[in-house]
């Protein structure tokens, strides 16, 4: 009886450890992913599980799910910037240019999902009969808030919301700061340099979230439609003598030998102007603004880099 009794103990024992080393995989094992309905620019799609091969056409989406610690097998294989240097490693896939997708390379990947934005957009009807291909070009009319729509979407596809909200409070809570800063900071002005030549750009065009969102009023109101920037002179500059000028140097963005922006600054007029005067010329991270754009800590970087500009005044 007494054996029996042992024997019987045994199982009960054998049985509940069993359970719970099932309980303990239970919880180690992921959650299985629902499908999701992802909108973007050129449609909506529908992801039957969340990706795990990812291939990235744009850094704006590389640099946030390098910050939400989503991993991507192919990138972009050119004019990786310095903080994204990790992906030039021969682990990630080359998958082409920002303009020109390597479909062969692409489609050796197996991917589950493609990413385009603005430069590689209008190849997604190509790139979809690879794989299920998003477009999540930001609305340069709304940049901010395309942007964290944007990230959001990525929190969604792979189970990173909590992530994601983390980074865009951190992101509002900086630009309500700035903006209480630069309400009483002056009228603004926004010049990208290239090739010896200026462009100014107003509150709807790709840079305009220095007005539209960083509270700075624009020091040129007729540049409202020149969502691409319109051409200017050291005599426009001077007229609009603006209290900051931000500049941005897309040379430099994109390793092209040319005149430096603070080079081509070093002009008789421009040194007549508030900014110049007052020390208030910011010469803006060209890669971050350029060439990045949207990404959450490209977006945290602007801020803080204009907030600190300030700061020192």
């Not at 920002?98 to 790139?127: H, Q, T």
């Not at 539209?212 to 009023?217: K, P, V, W």
């Not at 040319?258 to 002009?267: I, R, S, T, V």
């Amino acid at each position: 009886m007494i054996g029996l009794i042992c024997v019987r103990w045994h199982k009960i024992r054998v049985s509940a450890l069993a359970a719970a080393c099932l309980a303990l995989i239970g919880l180690a094992a992921p959650a299985r992913a629902e499908p999701v309905v992802v909108k973007h620019v050129q449609g909506e799609i529908t992801l039957p599980a969340r990706p795990q091969r990812v291939v990235t056409l744009d850094f704006t989406s590389l640099e946030t799910l390098d910050a939400l610690g989503v991993p991507v097998t192919g990138v972009i294989g050119t004019l990786l910037p310095d903080h994204l240097a990790k992906y030039k490693d021969a682990a990630y896939v080359k998958a082409g240019t920002l303009f020109e997708p390597d479909y062969e390379a692409i489609n050796a990947i197996k991917p589950d999902l493609i990413i385009v934005a603005a430069r590689s957009g209008p190849k997604l009807p190509e790139l979809a009969k690879i794989a299920p291909t998003i477009d999540l070009t930001v609305d340069e009319a709304n940049y901010v808030a395309s942007a964290l729509a944007n990230a959001r979407t990525l929190g969604r596809i792979f189970g990173k919301e909590t992530e994601v909200e983390a980074l865009i409070g951190k992101l509002e809570a900086s630009i309500a700061a700035l903006r209480t800063k630069s309400a009483t900071a002056g009228k603004g002005l926004i010049v990208l340099t290239t090739g010896g030549k200026m462009s100014a750009y107003g509150p709807v065009s790709r840079f305009g979230a220095v007005h539209r969102d960083f509270g700075f009023a624009p020091a040129v109101e007729s540049l409202d439609k020149a969502v691409h920037g319109q051409g200017i002179s050291f005599e426009l500059i001077l007229k609009a003598n603006p209290d900051w000028l931000f500049v941005i140097d897309r040379d430099l963005a994109v390793g092209r030998t040319g005149q430096p922006a603070a080079q081509l600054l070093e002009n008789p007029l421009i040194a007549r102007t508030t900014a110049w005067q007052k020390k208030q010329v910011v010469y803006l991270d060209p890669v971050r603004w350029y060439l990045v754009g949207g990404g959450l800590p490209s977006l945290q970087n602007c801020v803080e880099q204009i907030a600190q500009a300030i700061e020192r005044k």
